[in-house]
């Protein structure tokens, strides 16, 4: 009997450990979930009494100029521009008349940026770039760099492929233009030339295949 009991020893003991291990792993759990609790109630309580203050907190009332010598005291008013104290009605009106536009890039350049996508996964491609953010303002300076940049100013590439370290190889450009878009982007190509960016005009209907996208515009 005693020999039996003294094998059943380790059991009860290994018994006993497994039982109390799962015991305090349940209060663990049941502890866990009364803080995670208490949490979310504080959390809820916290906004109720924020929504609160800010639905009491009074509003300044709106003043408008109803007489003439007011007007005088606000030209703003008289010429139509907003003060400001009503600057952030202003600009919220402003907000709410701007409109998205459908698409960013029109059919042509959309397929041309695929194609470059596809035909360059080794490079960077860009679309719709400002041909001034491809010169450095100042390594020049003076009167001829500042001429160049006001030049440039508003004139749009429809690509731009670079390396990795997004250094500009190429400007591609796709689709019709206007005559005098023609003659901004002629010296934007003169800039791109002089600088060894490449410079590539593309027919929209008339767009290399895949595996011909890198002779195209590399070169190579």
């Known amino acids: 009997m005693l020999t039996f009991l003294l094998w059943l020893s380790p059991f009860v003991v290994i018994g006993a450990v497994i ?24 959390a809820a ?15 300044p009332p709106s003043v408008q100029p109803t007489d003439a010598a ?7 008013a008289l010429a139509g521009t907003p003060s400001s104290k009503n600057s952030s009605a202003y600009a919220a009106q402003a907000a709410a008349r701007a409109a998205v536009r459908e ?20 490079h960077e491609v860009l679309a719709q770039v400002a ?5 450095d303002a100042g390594l020049r300076g003076g009167f001829e760099s500042e001429a160049r940049q006001k030049r440039l100013a508003g004139v749009v590439l429809d690509c731009v492929v670079c390396d990795k370290s997004f250094k500009a190889i190429a400007v591609v450009q796709c689709g019709a233009r206007t005559a005098d878009e ?5 010296y934007a190509r003169t800039c791109c030339e002089s600088a060894g960016v490449r410079w590539v005009e593309l ?7 895949r595996e011909g996208v890198r002779t195209a515009i590399l070169g190579a």
């Open 182 to 186: 023609d003659a901004l982007l002629a």
């Open 131 to 135: 041909a001034s953010s491809l010169f």
């Open 19 to 42: 039982w109390n291990f799962r015991r305090k792993a349940v209060a663990r759990a049941a502890e866990s979930e009364k803080r995670f609790k208490a949490f979310l109630n504080d």
């Open 45 to 59: 309580n916290t906004e109720t009494a924020g929504t609160v203050k800010l639905a009491s907190t009074p509003q």
């Open 103 to 122: 698409r960013l890039l029109a059919p042509p350049q959309a397929l041309l940026y695929y194609l470059l996508r596809l035909g360059l996964p080794d």
């Open 203 to 209: 027919a929209p209907d008339a767009l290399p295949r």
């Open 70 to 76: 007011t007007i005088r005291a606000a030209p703003g």
